[in-house]
């Protein structure tokens, strides 16, 4: 197939491209930033510019564009601007490609759309699943909603095939090696201090198994997709602990139904994705971090609960703002904000579609009470 994929040059993009790449297709990279893979066709481009996404596309007639584009760090500009940016690509590129009439398009989405760094948030079940409710409450949040509306409208108005994703933290091979991943840590530091990872609730995902996940929609039947929205993470949690070990410490807003998270099994399920593509994450941290868990022997300080500060130290947006209601949690060390409510497995009668249960359902609750629950870091600056 021949494929536009726009964010080439991105930490996803590259992976993206050089899986496409790889498996024989004819791919064109659409970015303002050059990747430096050689094997890719890369155009600078401006896709806020209607007329240039437009004359792309006359130009290299896709038969499928893969939409990556964005300001994909939320608080990285201000909030006005990630908003309109991240709904003004996502509208120019969906737009040329209805037009254009290219067969599929997929978008790139974010889990953030759920919520959860906001004080109060409860999930409704868990695992978390596309069946969520979306409470966007920052503007890169915002704007992921609207991206995905934006698919749902095209997939209703348009001949082609619109489909969004939404992957986890996502983790390209030179950050496996030990580069920075987008929020200025390490994997190795996100893995020693849990509070790095529980803004994101633990979730993250291989870019090259979301390059898989691409391939597989691709190869998908059009009617099992268009209009659809995916979650695309990793088969396990970013945490040597279980995420049922976890939660009161880290996030108790996860509430007594994390302690059906099995040892080693995310927050998130992707059993939708297995279950309409046949796709399923085949990479996990324990495999890729140099040393595996044994190299992840943090030292005592690391595990202590991180506060705001600690965890906005560790970001490489350094001028990312702290919100006032995560001012306000950590100065209150007592009730956390988002403690713990009850919260049904998912699949139980709490649920109310009827979109089938995941493949790993957790099981019924426990009622055991936190000792001393620590308020769960507030900041929400992971896409
Ligand atoms: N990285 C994650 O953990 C994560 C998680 C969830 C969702 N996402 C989403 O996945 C997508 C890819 O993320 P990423 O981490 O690769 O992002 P990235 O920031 O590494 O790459 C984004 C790319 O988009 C390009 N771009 C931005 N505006 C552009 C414009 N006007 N014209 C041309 N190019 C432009 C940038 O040059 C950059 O190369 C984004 O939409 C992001 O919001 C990422």
Redesign the pocket.
């Known amino acids: 197939m021949r494929i536009v994929v726009?964010?080439s040059?991105?930490?996803?993009?590259r992976s993206v491209v050089q899986g496409l790449v790889a498996s024989g297709h004819e791919v064109v990279g659409?970015?303002?930033?050059a990747s430096g893979i050689r094997s890719v066709d890369e155009r600078a481009?401006?896709?806020?510019d209607a007329a240039a996404v437009a004359g792309l596309f006359d130009e290299v007639r896709p038969d499928a564009v893969v939409h990556?584009?964005?300001?994909?760090v939320p608080f990285s500009a201000p909030e006005l601007d990630i908003l309109s940016t991240n709904t003004a690509?996502g509208y120019t590129v969906a737009a040329a490609a209805a037009a254009a009439g290219v067969g599929r398009t997929l978008v790139?989405s974010?889990?953030t759309v759920l919520g959860y760094g906001r004080p109060g948030w409860r999930p409704t079940a868990l695992p978390l699943d596309e069946r969520e409710p979306v409470q966007p409450a920052n503007a890169y949040a915002l704007s992921k909603t609207v991206l995905e509306e934006e698919v749902r409208m095209f997939a209703r108005t348009s001949a082609g095939v619109f489909t969004s994703f939404?992957?986890?933290?996502?983790i390209s091979p030179e950050e496996w090696a030990g580069a920075p991943t987008?929020q200025g840590h390490t994997v190795l530091e996100r893995l020693r201090d849990p509070a790095l990872a529980a803004v994101s609730l633990f979730n993250y995902v291989d870019a090259r198994d979301a390059a898989d996940f691409v391939e597989a929609w691709l190869a998908a039947d059009p009617a099992a997709v268009d209009g659809e929205c995916f979650f695309v993470g990793a088969a396990d949690a970013l945490a040597v602990e279980p995420v049922a070990a976890l939660w009161r410490r880290y996030v108790p807003a996860l509430g007594d139904a994390a302690d059906g998270i099995g040892a080693g099994q995310p927050v998130f399920s992707v059993a939708k994705a297995e279950r309409l593509l046949g796709w399923r994450p085949t990479r996990s941290w324990r495999d890729l971090v140099p040393g595996g868990v044994d190299a992840v022997a943090a030292p005592p300080a690391a595990h202590a609960p991180a506060t705001a500060a600690s965890t906005a130290t560790a970001s490489s947006a350094a001028s990312a703002p702290v919100t006032a209601a995560s001012t306000a949690s950590a100065a209150t060390p007592a009730a956390p904000a988002n403690a713990a409510a009850p919260v049904a497995p998912r699949g139980t009668a709490a649920s109310t579609t009827s979109a089938p249960a995941p493949a790993t359902p957790v099981t019924a609750p426990s009622t055991t009470t936190p000792a001393t629950p620590t308020p769960a870091p507030q900041i929400e600056r992971v896409?």
Do not use: E, F, K, N
Not at 9 to 13: Q, V
Not at 68 to 72: E, V, W
Not at 166 to 170: A, D, K
């Open positions: 726009t964010g040059a991105g930490r996803l993009g659409a970015d303002r930033a481009i401006d896709l806020l990556l584009a964005a300001i994909s690509l790139a974010s889990p939404r992957p986890c933290y996502v987008q896409p």
